[in-house]
């Protein structure tokens, strides 16, 4: 039974010819001098709704499920995976947040008008989210932040920053997820929080925006600043994995037949030996194999975006499909880079972009070793946190 329906088609035509006309470009230019997605392409993206698909339509949303989130995010990571990754500053939803926090910032979000950073990572705090040491000591009516984050892409160009502190120690060592709350830190567009220190870390790809570490030395926020129930952050954050998962397998997927459709081409424009190297076996069933991976992740990605949207547990399955469609994506743009044999190796194919951007997804949002433990512990009958 297909997943596609007459509406999801128009969906990811409509996503597809905005990627090619208007987001591919802007990559190709930009992405060699790591320049920064221009505003006035995020502000088309909010005009087509890029910034509320998941956002309700009684807040201003599209209202639409996680499947049409895939959909969109892979046409533009075809493109571009930044821009395939912006949009999450959107359409991720908090959890655990009061009705009147929806009703504030939910349509601007929507409308690309409000778009945020997460500060979760720190140095001692990747896999391990438990071990956060960032503070958050209450003082009156105010809270005091002390300590030091990292990966917190977008902290510069964000309009908030949702940030996890420790505002109690954890009640047992079965616990240590207990007693990280999450804050709203609003902020000027194009600066860091004022108080706030920080300087970019210096990435080998993921361009077009900066990833930050920060650091925060008795920065105060309002009591207000509290987003939900005090020390449950960790546990409103897993609610939204599985669609953070799925997207990220999406992304892959994007970057995969990025480098599949280059090399596609590539292959029956060059010619040595007097042919066309596509006409060489060699490379004819590599690029068999390369499309042939590409789908398989594809349909895994589908599947778990269908059990998403039918409100139905599926940890292992996102986690599946993360794992598979990240590891696939690396090696697909490693095989399409050697295609194109010494021009892959240089910025003047975007093959390498794909290749470059390929291996973060096997890192963020949980990397490849986080994957497999969550998808053995459902396969062994094992709880997780």
Request: hydrophobic fraction near 40%; aromatic fraction near 10%; charged fraction near 25%.
């Amino acid at each position: 039974m297909s997943h596609m329906t007459e509406e999801r088609e128009l969906i990811q035509r409509m996503a597809r010819e905005f990627a090619m006309k208007e987001v591919l470009p802007a990559a190709n230019q930009l992405d060699p001098v790591q320049g920064e997605i221009p505003e006035a392409l995020r502000q088309r993206m909010g005009e087509l709704g890029y910034f509320g698909i998941l956002i309700p339509e009684q807040y201003g949303g599209l209202g639409l499920g996680a499947f049409e989130y895939v959909l969109v995010t892979e046409e533009l990571a075809r493109a571009w995976m930044s821009v395939a990754s912006i949009i999450a500053r959107g359409n991720t939803l908090w959890g655990g947040v009061s009705e009147e926090h929806r009703r504030a910032y939910f349509p601007r979000m929507a409308k690309g008008e409000l778009l945020g950073a997460f500060a979760l990572s720190e140095p001692d705090a990747g896999s391990d989210l438990a071990n956060v040491s960032c503070r958050a000591a209450r003082e009156g009516d105010h809270w005091v932040i002390n300590g030091t984050k990292t990966w917190c892409t977008f902290a510069d160009g964000a309009d908030f920053i949702v940030l996890f502190a420790r505002t109690d120690p954890p009640p047992s060592p079965e616990r240590r997820y207990a007693g990280i709350s999450q804050f709203l830190v609003l902020k000027e567009r194009g600066k860091l929080p004022e108080g706030v220190s920080g300087a970019p870390i210096r990435k080998i790809g993921y361009f077009g925006w900066k990833t930050w570490e920060l650091h925060f030395d008795n920065y105060r926020l309002p009591a207000s600043a509290l987003l939900g129930e005090r020390g449950r952050a960790f546990y409103n954050m897993m609610e939204g994995l599985e669609v953070a998962r799925v997207h990220t397998a999406a992304r892959a997927i994007g970057l995969a037949r990025g480098g599949l459709e280059d090399a596609l081409t590539y292959a029956q424009r060059r010619v040595q030996f007097r042919r066309a190297i596509a006409e060489f076996q060699a490379i004819r069933f590599k690029l068999a194999e390369m499309a042939a991976e590409v789908e398989a992740a594809r349909q895994l990605t589908y599947h778990a975006a269908s059990l998403i949207d039918q409100r139905r547990r599926c940890d292992k399955e996102a986690s599946m499909a993360k794992w598979f469609a990240s590891e696939m994506a690396e090696r697909v743009t490693s095989a399409a880079l050697q295609i194109h044999g010494g021009y892959g190796y240089t910025k003047d194919f975007a093959v390498e972009r794909y290749w470059r951007d390929a291996r973060l997804t096997r890192i963020f949002e949980g990397t490849s070793e986080i994957q497999l433990r969550v998808i053995s512990d459902r396969l062994l009958g094992r709880g997780g946190p």
